[in-house]
């Protein structure tokens, strides 16, 4: 079993930034691939991004593309989702994710969820 606790959501203006962080315990991160979704109110849990379990490869939606990074550190079991020039449509509660068999983009491809943490984008 595998625990996701994600942090450092908060409140920010249009055009500011957030970096928020993805710790696991129980098990280790290493060899899964990774994947950032949110979910904004009355609308379904989007992918935001992903990255493979060597962090070599990662992968945006086209929303989001530009704006964040998503990246990981295996030895502190953490991933990160570095977001910049925010909007107000990025609004949301966002999640982390480990990934199990199946497409990086399809949320029932994850066999393990975070809480989440919300992110609110308001001047």
């Known amino acids: 079993q595998v625990q996701l606790v994600e942090s450092g959501g908060g409140l920010v203006q249009p055009g500011g930034s957030l970096r928020l962080s993805c710790a696991a315990s129980?098990?280790?991160?290493?060899?899964?691939?990774m994947g950032w979704f949110r979910q904004a109110p009355g609308k379904e849990r989007e992918f935001v991004a992903g990255?493979?379990?060597?962090?070599?490869?990662?992968i945006y939606a086209d929303s989001v593309k530009g704006r964040f990074t998503i990246s990981r550190d295996n030895p502190k079991n953490t991933v990160y989702l570095q977001m910049n020039n925010l909007k107000p449509e990025d609004t949301a509660v966002y999640y982390c994710?480990?990934?199990?068999?199946?497409?990086?983009?399809?949320?029932?491809?994850?066999?393990?969820w975070g809480r989440g943490t919300q992110v609110t984008v308001s001047s």
């Open positions: 990255i493979t379990s060597s962090g070599i490869v990662t």
């Open positions: 994710a480990r990934k199990g068999s199946g497409s990086y983009y399809d949320k029932d491809s994850y066999a393990y």
């Open positions: 129980g098990r280790t991160l290493s060899g899964y691939g």
